[in-house]
């Protein structure tokens, strides 16, 4: 595993105790919505920093 983990990000296999089935991890979560989502392109609003907090005397 060491080896392996010089060339790449490497994770152990684990196995499903109830389907024996082996998975492995990842870092993508998957979502299920319950109603369908709008196809369309949506504008993305852009990001802007908010402006530094004024400290109170």
Known sequence: MDSARKLAP???VYIDEATGAPFSI???VLLRFREALDARPTRATPWAPRPA???CR
Do not use: Q
């Open 10 to 12: 490497t994770h152990h």
């Open 26 to 28: 990842t870092d993508r």
């Open 53 to 55: 907090a004024r400290s």
